[in-house]
């Protein structure tokens, strides 16, 4: 099984959803522990990296910022 490298900024798509419906996040912290931002209800949570690598089903990349 290959990991899926992600770096902070990329969006994050995940195997389970999150409770409010959404499979999207976003990394803000990375490290042994990584913390990620559902980018439906804005909950941030946090995350072994191991744990993580194992449930990512997509890297999308850099997240969009408006200006």
Same mark, same amino acid.
């Given at each position: 099984?290959?990991?899926?490298? *992600? =770096? /902070? ?6 195997? !389970? ?6 499979? #999207? *996040? =976003? /990394? ?6 990584? !913390? ?6 804005? #909950? ?9 690598? !194992? ?13």
């Amino acid at each position: 099984m290959a990991i899926k490298s *992600f =770096a /902070v900024g990329d969006i994050l798509v995940l195997r !389970k959803p999150h409770p409010c419906g959404s499979s #999207h *996040f =976003a /990394v803000l912290r990375g490290g042994t522990d990584v !913390k990620i931002r559902c980018l439906a209800c804005a #909950h941030d949570v946090t995350v072994p990296r191991l744990k993580l690598e !194992k449930s990512i089903k997509n890297v999308i990349g850099k997240e969009q910022e408006t200006p």
